[in-house]
């Protein structure tokens, strides 16, 4: 049992270690609710727009 316990730090050591060496934009810190995170904005401005369709005659 300890040899699990200790392949899984020295997993998670290695796996940090190149995390941060890479160069990522590691964000340890949990889930962010402040005013300057904004995840659903961005793909909006980031989509191409769409030109508006002509409205459809109404079917009876």
């Known amino acids: 049992m300890w040899k699990m316990l200790a392949g899984f730090i020295v997993f998670a050591v290695i796996a940090v270690f190149l995390l941060i060496k890479s160069g990522?934009?590691?964000?340890?810190?949990?889930?962010?609710?402040?005013?300057?995170v904004s995840?659903?904005?961005?793909?909006?401005?980031?989509?191409?727009a769409s030109a508006p369709s002509a409205p459809s005659a109404p079917l009876n």
């Open 24 to 36: 990522a934009d590691v964000d340890m810190g949990g889930e962010q609710h402040g005013v300057g």
């Open 39 to 48: 995840h659903s904005e961005e793909p909006a401005a980031s989509a191409p």
